[in-house]
């Protein structure tokens, strides 16, 4: 079945990196924009960044742009995190997403997630 | 930035009620709108995709509806397993932007 498998999240210091990594099968995953999203503690649902299939279209957050960078690997069936420069707001966890393209899109499945925590 | 506005922020109703969540977008995002269910402790699962189109195995009880800036979800009959936390999300245009959340809580 079409499944997502977060890992890397940890326990980080401000101003520290960390990676994330979200590992796919059950789909082609080379076909297919991937996502992450995050979620605070006890908060709403936060868009991060998107990757397109290939790679060449990336968009991110203004609130993660130039600490946060989001790569992939289809032969590896795997997309990336990379997160620097860490504050506590980032603290929260990461979900990965496959993004459903038609006409319209929507975000299907998402991964189990992962949770990054920023203290010092 | 597209601003998305979910009414109520949590509701109480019973097993066997018709509700109502409302999602208002700060500009026309025409059908490019999807719902989510989240349970406490679980990722969030797609319920509606282009506003009214129901994901495949979800209950029929769900429905959602409208264009434009203004959108509905409803839910004909909870049931015990409804009772979660829910996220419209508009896919007109980047950043990806969700509604803030409507908890469902059990009276």
């Known amino acids: 079945q079409v499944q997502l498998v977060e890992s890397g999240g940890a326990l980080v210091r401000p101003g520290g990196s960390l990676r994330l990594s979200c590992v796919a099968s059950?789909?082609?995953?080379?076909?297919?924009?991937m996502t992450w999203i995050r979620q605070a503690p006890g908060k709403g649902l936060e868009w991060v960044s998107y990757?397109?299939?290939?790679?060449?279209?990336?968009y991110y957050a203004d609130s993660v742009k130039g600490r946060f960078t989001i790569s992939r690997d289809n032969a590896k069936n795997s997309l990336y995190l990379q997160m620097d420069s860490l504050r506590a707001e980032d603290t929260a966890v990461y979900y990965c997403?496959?993004?459903?393209?038609?006409?319209?899109?929507?975000?299907?499945?998402w991964g189990q997630g992962t949770l990054v925590t920023v203290s010092s | 930035d597209i601003q998305m506005t979910q009414s109520p922020s949590s509701l109480s109703a019973s097993v066997g009620d018709r509700v109502t969540i409302t999602c208002r977008a700060s500009?026309?995002?025409?059908?490019?709108l999807n719902w989510y269910q989240q349970k406490p402790g679980k990722a969030p699962k797609l319920l509606i995709y282009?506003?009214?189109s129901l994901q495949s195995g979800v209950p029929s009880r769900f429905s959602g509806s409208g264009s434009g800036t203004d959108f509905t979800l409803t839910i004909s009959s909870l049931q015990p397993e409804d009772f979660a936390a829910y996220y419209c999300?508009?896919?007109?245009?980047?950043?990806?932007?969700f509604g803030q959340g409507t908890k469902l809580e059990i009276k």
């Open positions: 997403a496959r993004e459903v393209l038609s006409t319209l899109s929507w975000f299907d499945p």
């Open positions: 059950g789909f082609t995953f080379r076909d297919y924009y």
């Open positions: 990757i397109s299939n290939n790679g060449s279209t990336i």
């Open positions: 500009q026309s995002i025409r059908s490019y």
């Open positions: 282009a506003a009214s």
């Open positions: 999300q508009q896919s007109y245009s980047s950043p990806y932007s």
